[in-house]
């Protein structure tokens, strides 16, 4: 285990954990003093049987973390105090995915251009001012104002897996093609998954974010927003995703892979290391 290196392991309790999470879970701690997040601001999804669910199976797994666990929905004056910070940078949206799709003028859905943040918006609500926000609006990050702001062309960022020796970098037209307006605050949830994580991050102290690699492109967003805030970068690890035998990722839905189905089948978690090589 590395020093003082501190990490995480942030589920969603939307469904069971799966081999995949396991093999998540089991690499932040062995990186570092793990700490556990609950990842609830989908209050629609969220249910607190599985949030029960994540604590049983982890110990089962052997692993232990410090009390009491972070949970987002206990943070939202945290995520608040982060939108008005970046209030200069941002605006309110009304555009739902068919305004979208008809100002891309995507001839079908398939086409339509989508990055780490869903589909790349094409700025059509930009000029709306913050204080004429609706109950119903998203917010979005202006990219442009953002990185004025910063007086940066780039954002880039090193990982401890891919590439160990380059950074990874998105120039500002990069970042605009392939990410765009980020939202920042998500209809009726008073943030969103972005800001969330780099609120969090910071506020847990993390210094190695261990996670998949269906992540990566998300962590050039959380860089920009880590900028923004003025908070520190930590060392990012994007690992491996565990696939079922058809080569597919493994998903929540996936219940057949769920961890307490194996252990009711009176699968060791000695058992579950090995069949994720770990
Ligand atoms: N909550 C996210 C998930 O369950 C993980 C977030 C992260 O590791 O940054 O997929």
Known sequence: MAGGTVTRFAPSPTGLLHLGHAFSALTAATHGRFHLRIEDIDRERCKPEYETAIFEDLAWLGLDWPRPVMRQSDRLPAYRAALERLAPLSYPC?????????????????????????????????????RDAGPDDVIRLDLDRAFDALGLGKIGFRDKGIMPDQDHVLTRAQFHEGIGD?????????????????????????????????????????????????????????????????????????????????????????????????
């Open 94 to 130: 009304r555009c739902r995915r068919g305004d979208i799709r008809a100002a891309l003028s995507a001839p079908q859905e398939s086409s339509l251009p989508a990055g780490p943040d869903g589909l790349i918006y094409p700025g059509t609500c930009r000029r709306r001012d913050l």
């Open 182 to 278: 980020v939202i920042l605050a998500r209809r009726g949830m008073g943030t969103s998954y972005h800001l969330a994580v780099v609120v969090d991050d910071a506020a847990q102290g993390i210094t190695l974010v261990t996670r998949g690699k269906d992540l990566f492109d998300s962590t050039f967003i959380h860089v920009l927003l880590q900028r923004l805030l003025d908070v520190p970068t930590p060392a990012y690890l994007h690992h491996r995703l565990i696939r079922d035998d058809a080569g597919k990722r493994l998903a929540k839905r996936d219940d057949a892979r769920a961890l307490r189905h194996y252990r009711e089948e009176g699968a060791t978690p000695a058992d579950i290391r090995r069949m994720i090589g770990f």
